[in-house]
């Protein structure tokens, strides 16, 4: 059985920075594209950032130039470092893996980020 595994999530004031961690378990991890979803009171869940096994990266346009995803595939982990926060990035983020072979789709339980002074 696939798990996945956010942590890091918490309280920041704007313009600090936090990084996210992803873990991910039970399954071939450079199958996956990983991606990072937020989702805010009142809003639809939004995609952040996704990364493919090779480590092509893509992001929202809210977020470019401030987030930065990654994976180590040694440690089946993927990571959002977010920098410049500002309150509209608050939100859960949520962990996502779809399997490349399988097309099995798998999130995580999601963890807080506030931005708030």
């Known amino acids: 059985q696939v798990h996945v595994v956010e942590s890091g999530g918490g309280l920041v004031q704007p313009g600090g920075s936090l990084r996210l961690s992803c873990a991910i378990s039970?399954?071939?991890?450079?199958?996956?594209?990983m991606g990072w979803y937020r989702e805010a009171p009142g809003k639809q869940r939004e995609l952040v950032a996704g990364i493919t096994s090779g480590g092509t990266a893509n992001y929202a346009g809210a977020v470019k130039g401030r987030f930065t995803i990654s994976r180590d595939n040694a440690k089946n982990m993927v990571y959002l470092q977010m920098n410049n926060l500002k309150p509209e990035d608050a939100a859960v983020y949520y962990c996502?893996?779809?399997?490349?072979?399988?097309?099995?789709?798998?999130w995580g339980q999601g963890t807080q980020v506030t931005v708030s002074s």
């Open positions: 996502k893996a779809t399997n490349g072979v399988s097309s099995t789709v798998v």
């Open positions: 039970g399954t071939i991890f450079s199958r996956n594209i």
